[in-house]
């Protein structure tokens, strides 16, 4: 995988476990969220992340939650109500109960470009997108794809990957990085060969 810009690695919620494509969920904004304190009951909520990515929290006010864990985001709830004196320990649980939206961008040769959805709590590869996305033309540059991702800092990181290599079968690190799992937003881009 060629680097055009520094690049930052994924989240490692993001990364795959061996022989899976499972990924850890990661709060994103517009999720609606059911937040339960035990033994709380009147504490409990549901909420959806606004677009400072906080949820507001009876007593404690706004708690920052969009890009954690649903296990961290849970800690940080603890020790918001901890923290302002409210709860001693207290034992917090949420449940994502809408998912937002997360989509990737197909661009380029390929047979139906345009948004494809990703999977809520599994991963989706560069290939398995360009095959949702009907697969390459016959123009298509199938040895240049790139995937253009914007990072938490709001830097683009632009990686070059050989997904025909990998869909024929050949041996090389092309298999490894067409399999490169993608993130909400990111953009692929199948580029067109010159005849």
Sequence with gaps: ??????????????????????????????????????????LSIISRVNAKGEVNLPLVGPVRVVGLTVEAAQDAIERAYQDGRFLRKP????????????????QGQVV????????????????????????FTDLA????VTVTRTNPDGTKSVSTIDVQSAMVGKESASE????????????????????
Aim: negative net charge.
């Design 176 to 195: 490894s990085e067409a399999s490169m799992l993608l993130l909400p937003d990111d953009i692929v881009f199948v580029p067109m060969k010159f005849l």
């Design 141 to 144: 540059k199938g040895r240049a």
């Design 112 to 135: 139906s470009p345009g948004r494809v959805s990703l999977p809520i709590e599994s991963g989706m590869t560069v290939l398995d997108a360009i095959t949702k996305s009907g697969g």
């Design 1 to 42: 995988m060629t680097q055009i810009s520094p690049a930052q690695p994924a989240p490692a919620a993001f990364r795959p476990g061996p022989n899976s494509r499972a990924i850890t969920y990661i709060i994103a904004l517009t999720d609606r969220l059911r937040v339960a304190i035990f033994q709380e009951d009147d």
């Design 91 to 106: 034992q917090v649980t949420i449940s994502v109960e809408e998912y937002a939206a997360r989509e990737v961008i197909v």
